[in-house]
């Protein structure tokens, strides 16, 4: 385990529009405004389709299961990383039966609205998000 703290530089909010492909979006608007390391503190609003995978296997590296469909939800959170520019984040949509998601795929269409949390921060995510050595990690941001 690596437990490090970190001062947030800037807090970022973002809202997209209906029609706008979130994750196309949300890399526009990362590279538009030269964020380079941040998370992704929290996201709601809506989606007329949904694009997602899921790991689908226990082993390493494990296979991805995509989900996409049409389907109209609710965005109960939105959460993850901006790693060196590179957006990696995991969504959760919800309707009437069920919650269900995973890490984010472009073709997520934002329904009514949908608005994003950032907290820039001087920090080196690289590697956090591949299976690797944490030592190595851990040397990065001494």
């Known amino acids: 385990m690596l437990v490090d703290k970190v001062q947030v530089k800037n807090l970022i909010f973002i809202r997209f529009n209906p029609g706008d492909d979130l994750l196309l979006a949300l890399e526009a608007g990362v590279k538009k405004n030269g964020i380079k390391n941040a998370v992704i503190l929290c996201g709601i609003g809506s989606a007329r389709s949904h694009h997602f ?47 269900f998601g995973g890490h984010l795929h472009e073709g997520m269409e934002v329904l009514t609205f949908a608005i994003l949390t950032l907290a820039e921060v001087d920090y080196d995510f690289s590697g956090f998000d591949t299976i690797g050595d944490i030592e190595e990690l851990r040397k990065k941001n001494q």
């Open 53 to 99: 995978h899921v790991v689908g296997t226990r082993e390493n590296p494990p296979r991805n299961d995509f989900v996409k469909d049409d389907k109209a939800s609710d965005i109960a959170g939105i959460t993850g990383y901006i790693i060196e520019g590179r957006v990696h984040a995991h969504i959760i949509h919800s309707d009437t039966k069920t919650a």
